[in-house]
């Protein structure tokens, strides 16, 4: 418990619930803490998602002072800054013996591709099991510690995560039963040709 | 069988090699999806060792539609009609838990008479869903027809009420971001106070026929037992939370719209098991009466709508916002992040009877397979929501 990291997130907006976001290694001590704390008492895990971040670039547009021909004036220079892409996991939870909250924590991973790996928090409060699970399913966050993770609202042979920002559907909706035109016309460049389904009239048609 | 046979009772009694059903060997048995007891596509995966249940993982996913992800493509108002798809029971209470959120996220207040008539219909919504459901439970234990029919008839009343104000049955569309839609009329008002008058009458009528009844106590007695410590764990909320005897109800503890003016009791049950999860609806219906009483004498005249709200290119400022309300199944939340443009860069539904389906396999371990669906009836589930 000693030494975790914990930052406090601002929520700009009106409805001004702020987060705390915490730090990997020490997520379930701070969980079980809040939890288990009798002045804190947070033993209700009311609501768990996930957020998806690309990317980011901020610009910040800052005044600086220069000397331009002799003279000095106030110019403004435009900085940006990188912010490379994560998923994050939030937890809002309410406590039912003292009536109060919400308090939100939140989790980042590393980034989106290979750092996936989230604490689960299931142990500290079952009521996330269905819901982290539906976050691995949803965005492909891994919770390490989860008794049962499997996919769950998607089928198990599914492979993205349909959740993402950057998620593409397929257009091959032939299976559709109603699949036309323009949706047949792309679904083919997915398959090879077939000439008995394809091209079916030309092959039987006789040739004059 | 090489092993001999000396005496006859040994010869009666069946040899200890030969294993039979009821020996430990499980049969799995898929119960749904196609099943009339299941509320809708939902298939459970059931280990069965004679009739006693000893495994139990449910099987989501048959209407899932991602409609988290289409309330992020589409702006905040067109995600309203959608809401009402998801517990298509209660669309009143699933306009109001997501108009509220859209109201913090954006900072709106909302009109004293909007928010008489937002408490007016989400009571009528809650009688109607409970009533529905204690028809549909006793369907599910076999009590065919009959008192679904007595059930339907009260609620049929209530949805006549709705599609007089809004234009339709059960997708009503009615909440708007800073009030309501149309505005209910005297006539519609004095309408609906006959119907709620006449209401306890009913509630009389069906306690007396189905809730004393030997066969009900029988089935649903010491069937399916909740702890508290539990249900608080694993985020039960409604009134499974309260059928096991905690005091945590969202009108009370938020006093979210205007509930603090209301008077009205939380009813409380003692054992948490499915008998007290049906008294429970039954309760609540007498305190949704009270509380729609109060507030059919009060409501006031005045706009319905705040008119300082934009209705197109509707951006609320950037930031997020988790609102709930006690919708008739539990806590309904909706969780917005805005990035300031005209989608929600982030919609989240928190749909209370996927999240109280958690410890359905705890309910059911150690019952036998016809108790499982009474359990899973009065947990009150319906398929929009919790797939989603």
């Avoid at chain 1, 892409?85 to 591709?113: C, V």
């Avoid at chain 1, 998607?154 to 039963?177: A, G, I, L, N, Q």
């Avoid at chain 2, 059960?170 to 839609?181: K, L, Q, S």
């Avoid at chain 2, 003016?261 to 949704?288: C, I, N, Q, W």
């Amino acid at each position: 418990m000693r030494g975790a990291k914990i930052e406090i997130m601002v929520n700009p907006g009106p409805a001004r619930q702020s987060s705390l976001l915490i730090d990997h290694d020490q997520a379930v001590a701070v969980a079980t803490f809040l939890r288990d704390h009798p002045a804190l008492g947070f033993d209700f895990c009311s609501n768990v998602t996930g957020v998806d971040w690309l990317d980011r670039t901020l610009k910040k547009t800052t005044k600086v002072k220069q000397v331009v021909d002799g003279v000095e004036k106030e110019v403004d220079q435009t900085s940006e800054e990188k912010i490379p892409g994560y998923l994050e996991a939030i937890y809002h939870l309410y406590s039912m013996k003292l009536k109060y909250g919400p308090l939100i924590i939140r989790m980042r991973t590393a980034n989106r591709t290979d750092g996936v790996h989230l604490p689960s928090l299931t142990p500290v409060w079952r009521s996330a099991e269905l819901q982290e699970r539906e976050i691995f399913d949803l965005y492909g966050i891994h919770f390490d510690g989860h008794p049962d993770l499997r996919r769950i609202l998607m089928w198990d042979e599914f492979k993205d995560h349909p959740m993402r920002k950057d998620y593409v559907p397929p257009d091959d909706f032939e299976w559709e039963p109603t699949a036309h035109d323009e949706v047949l016309e792309r679904a083919k460049q997915h398959y090879p040709p077939r000439p008995q389904l394809d091209g079916a009239e030309k092959i039987t048609a006789p040739q004059s | 069988m090489s092993a001999t046979v000396e005496t006859i009772e040994a010869m009666e009694r069946p040899p200890v090699t030969m294993t039979s059903r009821l020996d430990g060997e499980l049969l799995e048995v898929s119960m749904g999806p196609q099943h009339p007891s299941t509320h809708g596509v939902f298939r459970m995966n059931v280990a069965l060792e004679g009739e006693i249940v000893r495994k139990l993982k449910p099987v989501f996913g048959y209407l899932h539609r991602n409609h988290e992800q289409i309330g992020e493509d589409m702006t905040y108002l067109g995600s309203m009609p959608y809401t009402d798809r998801l517990d298509y029971f209660c669309s009143m209470t699933n306009n109001w838990a997501y108009a509220l959120s859209v109201e913090r996220l954006a900072g709106i207040e909302v009109p004293e008479r909007a928010e008489y008539l937002r408490v007016i219909l989400a009571e009528l919504t809650r009688l109607q869903n409970h009533a529905s459901l204690l028809g549909f439970l006793l369907s599910d234990m076999g009590a065919w027809g009959t008192p679904l029919m007595y059930a339907f008839r009260e609620r049929e009343k209530i949805l006549d009420l709705f599609e007089s104000l809004s234009g339709s049955r059960m997708m009503c569309d009615y909440m708007r971001f800073g009030g309501c839609r149309v505005d209910a009329d005297d006539a519609w008002l004095s309408r609906a106070k006959q119907i709620v008058d006449r209401f306890p009458k009913f509630l009389d009528e069906f306690e007396a026929l189905i809730l004393q009844n030997e066969i009900v106590i029988a089935r649903t007695q010491d069937v399916g037992k909740l702890s508290p410590e539990l249900a608080i764990s694993a985020g039960i909320t409604g009134p499974m939370l309260r059928a096991c005897g905690v005091n945590y109800d969202i009108r009370k503890v938020d006093g979210y719209g205007i509930y603090p003016r209301f008077k009205f009791r939380v009813p409380l049950g003692d054992h948490g098991d499915t008998y007290d999860r049906l008294m429970m609806r039954a309760l609540e219906m007498r305190e949704s009466v009270e509380i729609l009483k109060q507030a059919l004498a009060q409501i006031p005249t005045g706009p319905i709508v705040n008119p300082k709200v934009k209705v197109r290119a509707f951006r609320p400022p950037v930031g997020e916002a988790y609102g709930r309300i006690e919708a008739p199944k539990g806590e309904l939340g909706f969780y917005l992040i805005s990035d300031g443009g005209p989608n929600p860069y982030r919609y989240r539904v928190r749909p209370p009877s996927f999240i109280n389906l958690t410890i359905l396999e705890d309910l059911c371990l150690g019952h036998v397979v016809a108790d499982v669906m009474v359990i899973l009836g009065s947990i009150d589930i319906v398929m929009g929501e919790v797939d989603r």
